[in-house]
């Protein structure tokens, strides 16, 4: 337990973090308010007109409630999976990890503790960013004219910890991912560089592979809770959510297994 | 005497690159060890074999009078070390970074973090971030995070690097506390005055292997030299008198930038024979020096040329 309470104490001394959860919370603020202050210049009728109620049903609620967690999911991820990479270099690029070993600690167990912390900051971070998000789209409903009635609905609301348990598990498999690539690397800015090309490239194959690349890493995790509507980023070839849940939990602990597996295995060189 | 370290025939290879050749070193328990040896001869791989950083190819290490393999991690609770550069989150103080450090391996006393950073003079800045350290202070902190768990053997790699003269006797007399305390240290050096004020014992490598290993004195005793400065014109007729009693061998011309100098290879308790002689001789010398001339030594032994910038200060003593 040390090893995660110092390594949490580090990410929060560390800008980068409060960075990246920033700029996740800034986008979700561009989002909302763009929507908001601009549907409505969208016409009525004509085939824009199916935008336009898209775009107001992502600020109506109950639905916001869900359209808030993917929207956190998708850029959490990307994000999370760069920052994880940037960290898990680091202690490579910096030595840290060199200095630890030479101190005769467990080599698997430092970097799983380093994971571990990224994961409750990760979950720490989600809870606020969804909440500034929850305020974002309230705003943005606010400024379009859509009604708040559905913002307390029970049903919802009683399901929010359920969806957001979903959502950290897509975003702890796709920082765990991160970190792994950046493992392999052992390079801050190769693991940055090559987690975010297995993302986008992961993205482009869904393209031409649909039903194999559901299965993987990303793709999976993007499912793990449902999606209203393919303009909240759904994918007719995604997996369903029960399904998304187990194919995530395993490229996990299979993420954690390489992080582990390969830093038992690595010369530390400079 | 016990031996805190030794390592017997090993071997280490990066792809076609040997760096250990059959490495044999003892450290007795209680001294201070100089690790000598220029560049690329294979120190800093011993070190990082010695904390499993890396695996030997063959060999086998002792550490603390017990088998030591790269999964007995446990072992190194007891062993500290600064490995090449000293390692730090820029983001963190120093104070953070210690804290960090204690955080793995083996447990610290409260208090310790504290008063490692006086030790090292850190304390004033320990709360400013790392990354605004010059280079002697990132070296002080990764000192003090070697001292960590009260080690009984330290591992040093060049820990003058970046140090100012005051940095270096400060840290000279705290390694020669812990030494006179019953731990051993161990301090991979290229400079040669360093490792002859610091060590007792002294192991000097070259192409990774151990090429002379003794006591200080025993190798400054071997490179003992007095030397004489004398005009050029009485240079051949000072050589041709000191050689009949000290070989001929042993007397040796050198014309040096300030002038002609005679080098014995001698005792320094010899001068006064040398001064004798040649007064006898009819030679009068302008300067006369006894000192040893490990320098040499280390340059026979290690087959460098002068080209190796580390070597050129102080190697008469």
């Given at each position: 337990?040390?090893?995660?309470?110092?390594?949490?104490?580090?990410?929060?001394?560390?800008?980068?973090?409060?960075?990246?959860?920033?700029?996740?919370?800034?986008?979700?603020?561009?989002?909302?308010?763009?929507?908001?202050?601009?549907?409505?210049?969208?016409?009525?009728?004509?085939?824009?007109?199916?935008?336009?109620?898209?775009?107001?049903?992502?600020?109506?609620?109950?639905?916001?409630?869900?359209?808030?967690?993917?929207?956190?999911?998708?850029?959490?991820?990307?994000?999370?999976?760069?920052?994880?990479?940037?960290?898990?270099?680091?202690?490579?690029?910096?030595?840290?990890?060199?200095?630890?070993?030479?101190?005769?600690?467990?080599?698997?167990?430092?970097?799983?503790?380093?994971?571990?912390?990224?994961?409750?900051?990760?979950?720490?971070?989600?809870?606020?960013?969804?909440?500034?998000?929850?305020?974002?789209?309230?705003?943005?409903?606010?400024?379009?004219?859509?009604?708040?009635?559905?913002?307390?609905?029970?049903?919802?609301?009683?399901?929010?910890?359920?969806?957001?348990?979903?959502?950290?598990l897509g975003l702890a498999e796709e920082i765990a991912v991160?970190?792994?690539?950046?493992?392999?690397?052992?390079?801050?800015?190769?693991?940055?560089?090559?987690?975010?090309?297995?993302?986008?490239?992961?993205?482009?194959?869904?393209?031409?592979?649909?039903?194999?690349?559901?299965?993987?890493p990303?793709?999976a995790a993007?499912?793990?809770?449902?999606?209203?509507?393919?303009?909240?980023?759904?994918?007719?070839?995604?997996?369903?959510?029960?399904?998304?849940?187990?194919?995530t939990a395993?490229w996990l602990?299979?993420a954690?297994?390489?992080?582990?597996?390969?830093?038992?295995?690595?010369?530390?060189?400079? | 005497?016990?031996?805190?370290?030794?390592?017997?025939?090993?071997?280490?290879?990066?792809?076609?690159?040997?760096?250990?050749?059959?490495?044999?070193?003892?450290?007795?328990?209680?001294?201070?060890?100089?690790?000598?040896?220029?560049?690329?001869?294979?120190?800093?791989?011993?070190?990082?074999?010695?904390?499993?950083?890396?695996?030997?190819?063959?060999?086998?290490?002792?550490?603390?009078?017990?088998?030591?393999?790269?999964?007995?991690?446990?072992?190194?609770?007891?062993?500290?070390?600064?490995?090449?550069?000293?390692?730090?989150?820029?983001?963190?103080?120093?104070?953070?970074?210690?804290?960090?450090?204690?955080?793995?391996?083996?447990?610290?006393?409260?208090?310790?973090?504290?008063?490692?950073?006086?030790?090292?003079?850190?304390?004033?800045?320990?709360?400013?971030?790392?990354?605004?350290?010059?280079?002697?202070?990132?070296?002080?902190?990764?000192?003090?995070?070697?001292?960590?768990?009260?080690?009984?053997?330290?591992?040093?790699?060049?820990?003058?690097?970046?140090?100012?003269?005051?940095?270096?006797?400060?840290?000279?007399?705290?390694?020669?506390?812990?030494?006179?305390?019953?731990?051993?240290?161990?301090?991979?050096?290229?400079?040669?005055?360093?490792?002859?004020?610091?060590?007792?014992?002294?192991?000097?490598?070259?192409?990774?292997?151990?090429?002379?290993?003794?006591?200080?004195?025993?190798?400054?005793?071997?490179?003992?030299?007095?030397?004489?400065?004398?005009?050029?014109?009485?240079?051949?007729?000072?050589?041709?008198?000191?050689?009949?009693?000290?070989?001929?061998?042993?007397?040796?011309?050198?014309?040096?930038?300030?002038?002609?100098?005679?080098?014995?290879?001698?005792?320094?308790?010899?001068?006064?024979?040398?001064?004798?002689?040649?007064?006898?001789?009819?030679?009068?010398?302008?300067?006369?020096?006894?000192?040893?001339?490990?320098?040499?030594?280390?340059?026979?032994?290690?087959?460098?040329?002068?080209?190796?910038?580390?070597?050129?200060?102080?190697?008469?003593?």
């Open positions: 337990m040390r090893l995660v309470r110092s390594s949490l104490r580090k990410l929060v001394r560390r800008p980068a973090s409060w960075v990246t959860a920033g700029l996740i919370a800034a986008l979700l603020l561009l989002v909302y308010l763009g929507i908001g202050a601009t549907v409505n210049t969208l016409p009525t009728t004509g085939p824009r007109a199916v935008g336009r109620v898209a775009l107001l049903n992502i600020l109506t609620f109950p639905g916001a409630y869900d359209g808030v967690a993917t929207q956190l999911l998708d850029l959490g991820g990307l994000f999370g999976l760069a920052f994880a990479a940037a960290v898990a270099g680091s202690e490579w690029g910096w030595g840290t990890l060199k200095a630890a070993v030479a101190r005769g600690e467990s080599r698997s167990r430092y970097m799983l503790g380093s994971v571990g912390a990224l994961v409750l900051a990760a979950g720490l971070a989600m809870v606020v960013v969804y909440g500034v998000g929850i305020g974002a789209a309230v705003l943005g409903a606010s400024l379009a004219g859509v009604s708040l009635t559905g913002l307390s609905d029970a049903a919802t609301i009683g399901g929010l910890p359920g969806t957001l348990l979903h959502v950290w991160g970190f792994a690539v950046a493992t392999l690397t052992r390079s801050q800015l190769a693991g940055v560089g090559a987690g975010i090309a297995l993302f986008f490239g992961e993205q482009f194959a869904t393209l031409i592979l649909p039903d194999v690349v559901k299965y993987l990303f793709n993007s499912a793990v809770v449902e999606r209203a509507n393919l303009a909240a980023g759904g994918s007719p070839a995604a997996l369903p959510p029960d399904q998304a849940t187990l194919v395993i602990v299979a954690l297994a390489l992080v582990a597996g390969a830093t038992e295995r690595a010369e530390i060189g400079s | 005497m016990t031996t805190a370290l030794a390592v017997h025939g090993l071997r280490k290879a990066y792809g076609s690159r040997i760096a250990l050749d059959g490495l044999d070193l003892e450290v007795p328990t209680g001294t201070v060890y100089g690790f000598l040896g220029p560049n690329g001869a294979g120190k800093t791989t011993t070190m990082r074999l010695l904390v499993g950083l890396i695996r030997p190819d063959a060999g086998t290490l002792e550490v603390l009078g017990r088998p030591y393999t790269w999964h007995d991690r446990h072992r190194l609770f007891d062993v500290g070390a600064l490995i090449e550069t000293p390692s730090f989150y820029p983001f963190l103080s120093g104070r953070e970074n210690l804290r960090a450090a204690a955080a793995t391996g083996a447990p610290v006393a409260r208090g310790r973090v504290d008063a490692l950073l006086t030790m090292v003079g850190l304390r004033e800045r320990a709360g400013d971030k790392v990354g605004g350290y010059s280079l002697g202070m990132k070296q002080r902190l990764g000192i003090a995070a070697a001292l960590l768990s009260d080690p009984s053997l330290l591992l040093l790699d060049e820990p003058a690097n970046g140090l100012d003269p005051g940095g270096i006797a400060g840290m000279r007399d705290a390694l020669r506390a812990l030494a006179a305390a019953g731990k051993t240290v161990l301090v991979s050096s290229h400079i040669l005055p360093e490792v002859q004020q610091l060590a007792d014992v002294v192991g000097i490598v070259a192409k990774g292997r151990l090429v002379r290993e003794g006591r200080v004195e025993e190798l400054l005793e071997a490179s003992a030299v007095v030397r004489v400065k004398v005009s050029q014109e009485a240079s051949a007729g000072a050589q041709a008198a000191l050689a009949p009693r000290f070989g001929a061998e042993a007397v040796k011309l050198s014309m040096a930038g300030d002038g002609t100098w005679l080098e014995i290879h001698t005792a320094g308790s010899r001068s006064a024979e040398v001064n004798q002689v040649l007064a006898q001789a009819g030679v009068y010398a302008s300067r006369l020096e006894p000192g040893s001339d490990l320098e040499s030594l280390f340059l026979e032994l290690t087959g460098e040329g002068s080209a190796d910038g580390g070597l050129g200060i102080g190697g008469v003593a």
